[in-house]
């Protein structure tokens, strides 16, 4: 057996996707992951994230590049594209998280998603993916798109039966949703590029990219790209008629919390995602996958690996059930190993063989550039009430 590589790592940011990931770095086990140190911008807690971790904090980017092999993007989306350059620029390997990049205002401070120009805001999307892409082709190292759905042990089971199959997808219907965000800046879309359309709308949209990649790459190497996408978006919770019983967030600024897409592919095939803050019951995180030879549904959370009944609350209390649920009381889908189930550690130990033996990516940032593409042409159709819009794909295609 070969030895394992040694691979230098450090986290940006401090926060709550940077605590997962260190979580998924401690359970890699290929290669030996030396995590160095984190920098982020929140000091204090940068420094306290350190110290529980016992790794060094660094004050600047710079110095933590001086250090590493891999630096891994755990800050909002807005400061996505200059770490991630800043990362290639030093032929570094970036785990970036999602969204890869997109659109966040005019820096006025009156700025309001609901009166952006949505044109304007795929145009300026587009422009930061092009530079994220040409900043990987001048660089030695890549990008590794930490879209963790794809990584799910569900979607990847999906993967070996289109495989071995051959099959071909016909419709995927999917969802993400959940109650609300724990995120101040989600609320803003200056900060996170857009609203639950693309914060959560990403997800189920990227594992359908992929599927439709992975029928393709089987049948004659060439991924299925998205071709058209209609969509709308709502903004439920700020509605004059919402009754707020205190169980769902609703102190957004600009958001939208629903978003239909419907994706057309150049197949003519299709899919449907959903995404929203409106729904109660814990994490809702699924993608059914209709075939023309099998049918598959990818329960991500909930679902049913372990089922408790607990007649009394308090008896939980220092239990951790499963992401989101409003209670412990009574049946719940709790989760004996949520990360897993999420596909958080499967995604890193795959990113870390890419990094450690040059294994092709799953999630790369061809994928983050369709996914960003089809998200911003869906918020120029909904501007539009739902009409079809043309979606440029990557390597760019000639639709502009
Ligand atoms: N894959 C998933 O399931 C998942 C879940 C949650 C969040 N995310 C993604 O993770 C990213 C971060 O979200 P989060 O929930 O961890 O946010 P968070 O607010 O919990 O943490 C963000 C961290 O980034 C730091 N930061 C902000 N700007 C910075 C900068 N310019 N340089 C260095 N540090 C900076 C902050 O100080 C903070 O420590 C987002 O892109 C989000 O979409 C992914």
Avoid at 240 to 258: L, M, N, S, T, V
Wanted: aromatic content about 10%; glycine content about 8%; overall charge negative.
């Amino acid at each position: 057996m070969k030895g394992k590589k040694t691979v230098r790592t450090g986290i940006v940011g401090s926060g709550f996707s940077a605590t997962f990931h260190f979580e998924a770095l401690r359970r890699v086990y290929q290669t030996d992951v030396e995590v160095v140190g984190v920098h982020s911008a929140d000091t204090d807690q940068g420094k306290q994230y350190a110290q529980t971790r016992g790794i060094r904090f660094f004050d600047t980017l710079e110095a933590m590049l001086d250090e590493v092999d891999v630096i891994h993007v755990c800050v909002p989306p807005k400061w996505h594209e200059p770490i991630t350059i800043a990362g290639l620029a030093r032929d570094k390997f970036v785990v970036c998280e999602k969204p890869l990049t997109g659109y966040f205002g005019d820096d006025s401070d009156d700025f309001h998603w609901e009166r952006a120009d949505k044109k304007v805001a795929l145009q300026s999307a587009l422009a930061s993916v092009d530079r994220i892409l040409e900043a990987e082709r001048n660089s030695q190292g890549s990008l590794l798109y930490a879209e963790n759905w794809v990584y799910a042990p569900s979607i990847q089971k999906e993967r070996e039966i289109l495989e071995k199959t051959g099959g071909q997808i016909l419709w995927i219907h999917g969802e993400e949703a959940h109650s609300g965000s724990h995120s101040v800046d989600y609320a803003y879309a200056a900060r996170c590029g857009g609203g639950v359309l693309i914060g959560k709308g990403c997800h189920p949209l990227t594992a359908a990219l992929y599927l439709k990649r992975v029928e393709g790459r089987v049948r004659n190497g060439r991924p299925i790209h998205p071709k058209t996408v209609s969509a709308r978006t709502h903004t439920v919770t700020r509605l004059p008629e919402f009754r707020d019983e205190g169980h769902i967030r609703k102190d957004y600024y600009d958001i939208e919390d629903f978003s239909i897409m419907h994706v057309e592919f150049e197949d003519g095939t299709i899919a449907d995602l959903f995404a929203s803050d409106i729904v109660l019951g814990g994490i809702h995180n699924w993608l059914e996958i209709c075939a023309n030879n099998h049918r598959a549904v990818c329960n991500i959370n909930p679902n049913t690996a372990m089922q408790t009944y607990n007649p009394v609350e308090k008896n939980f209390d220092d239990i951790y059930v499963v992401e989101k649920i409003g209670t412990k009381q009574g049946w719940a889908c709790t989760s004996p190993d949520e990360d897993w189930f999420t596909g958080y550690p499967q995604e890193i130990e795959a990113f870390y063989r890419t990094v450690a033996d040059q294994e092709p990516p799953e999630s790369d940032s061809l994928l983050a550039a369709d996914s960003i593409s089809t998200i911003y042409s869906a918020y120029v159709s909904a501007e539009g009430r739902g009409t079809a819009v043309d979606v440029v794909t990557y390597p760019k295609s000639d639709i502009q």
